[in-house]
């Protein structure tokens, strides 16, 4: 919506690709929710959650599904390498060019808090929430999932760094 009213041709094109690169990695992303859902009986992410605690963390038992998990979660939130929406290389920052000051500071919120939220539902879809392995001690399995939410964040900023980005051919074939 950002780069249609912008009405300016490059944001539409960075809206365009965004929103493919969404479509793509939307798919992808659902039906893997959708196993660990019927894996665990349940969609309430509590009782996902309880069932990890009590049966074991699902990357253990599917470790692909993590993995294609987290690129989706890359691809969602627009982070390197799957930055193509905002290609600042091609297309002038892409569909946020012609916002600035609080729209602007808006867009980046809004990139952040998915990362925070990405970060969470992975968290407690295989990271078993705030199960601590072997112990059960009250309040520190919540800092026990504060550490793993860090390290998730951890690395959406290592593969940042990491990754060159893929041109947009590329990263349509990866999704």
């Not at 799957?82 to 012609?98: C, H, M, R, T």
């Not at 602007?104 to 992975?122: D, K, N, V």
Request: overall charge negative; proline content about 3%.
């Amino acid at each position: 919506m950002a780069g249609l009213a912008s009405n300016s041709k490059y944001s539409f094109l960075g809206a365009l690709r965004s929103s493919a690169q969404l479509i793509a990695y939307d798919i992808s992303i659902g039906f893997i929710i959708l196993i660990i859902f019927m894996a665990s009986q349940t969609f309430n992410l509590s009782k996902v959650v309880e069932f990890q605690i009590n049966n074991g963390w699902f990357i253990f038992y599917y470790p692909v599904l993590f993995v294609i998990f987290f690129i989706c979660a890359l691809a969602e939130t627009n982070r390197h390498p799957f930055d193509l929406p905002e290609a600042e290389a091609e297309l002038v920052s892409g569909y946020n060019v012609e916002y600035s000051s609080i729209g602007f500071a808006l867009f980046f919120l809004g990139e952040y808090a998915s990362i925070l939220f990405m970060s969470t539902l992975t968290v407690n879809l295989f990271l078993g929430g705030w199960d601590m392995p072997f112990l059960s001690l009250g309040f520190l399995n919540y800092i026990f999932y504060f550490i793993k939410l860090a390290f998730i964040i951890y690395l959406f900023i290592v593969v940042r760094a990491a990754i060159p980005r893929y041109r947009y051919d590329q990263l349509m074939y990866v999704g």
